[in-house]
């Protein structure tokens, strides 16, 4: 089945340690979104991709860092350098180019609850 | 992309219509309305979207007024799976151009009481 998966589901790292969050589309998306939300809050776009071997920072890119390489691929490496690490991470994926009679809708993964102690 | 306004919390009787209402006073003429749902701890659903027409899909109706600076989302029998966080957001998007980036806000927190 066509969709968007985000692995693992939870994910558990000492401070200080590099993490980096899987992000996996089979949904010929060009564009790729990373997003972190906290409790009882919406959700901040962290980066963004329309296009493979593209990326633009989001309104929280700090500590973070991302690439594609693949357009089926958006991986986020959370860095030591994140002052606030645990969050639920949500990954998303739309076409990027708005054509005739095609929508432009994001379809999310199921997220991952990083657990940095 | 403008930035909207929602209630932070609503409350419905399940089985009666619930109208989530949205206000997007800076909106352009190139902007798209969507909505999308997040029920807890699972990545949001699209829901709808409009441009200036009102739309219907099997989930919910979009009611967006006459000068498009505010819509309303129609859930028409609420149901306790529908106790979810709505987000309207409004976003540019020109034909055969790219789409921009994807922000949300903080939404409404949409309690059906049984």
């Known amino acids: 089945d066509g969709g968007i998966t985000q692995s693992p589901k939870y994910l558990f790292r000492k401070e200080g340690q590099n993490v980096t969050l899987s992000c996996e589309q089979n949904l010929n998306h060009d564009a790729m979104y990373w997003y972190r939300q906290d409790p009882g809050q919406g959700l901040r776009l962290i980066y963004y991709s329309q296009i493979v071997n593209d990326f633009q920072k989001g309104d929280i890119a700090e500590g973070y860092s991302v690439s594609r390489e693949k357009k089926e691929s958006f991986p986020l490496t959370v860095t030591s350098a994140q002052k606030n690490p645990t969050a639920f991470y949500l990954c998303?994926?739309?076409?990027?180019?708005?054509?005739?009679?095609?929508?432009?809708?994001?379809?999310f993964g199921q997220g991952t609850r990083l657990t940095v102690v | 992309d403008a930035k909207t306004t929602q209630p932070p919390s609503m409350d419905c009787a399940e089985g009666r219509a619930a109208n989530l209402p949205c206000n997007h006073s800076t909106i352009s003429g190139n902007e798209y309305v969507y909505w999308y749902r997040q029920i807890h701890s699972q990545g949001p659903q699209y829901i709808i979207h409009?441009?200036?027409n009102n739309e219907t899909n099997e989930m919910a109706s979009l009611i967006i007024t006459e000068d498009r600076k505010s819509s309303t989302l129609i859930l028409p029998h609420a149901t306790l799976r529908d106790t979810a966080v709505y987000y309207c957001i409004v976003r540019a998007e020109n034909y055969g151009g790219a789409t921009n980036k994807l922000i949300f806000g903080t939404g409404t927190l949409l309690a059906v009481q049984p």
């Open positions: 409009g441009l200036k």
């Open positions: 998303a994926s739309s076409i990027a180019r708005r054509q005739f009679n095609m929508n432009t809708e994001a379809f």
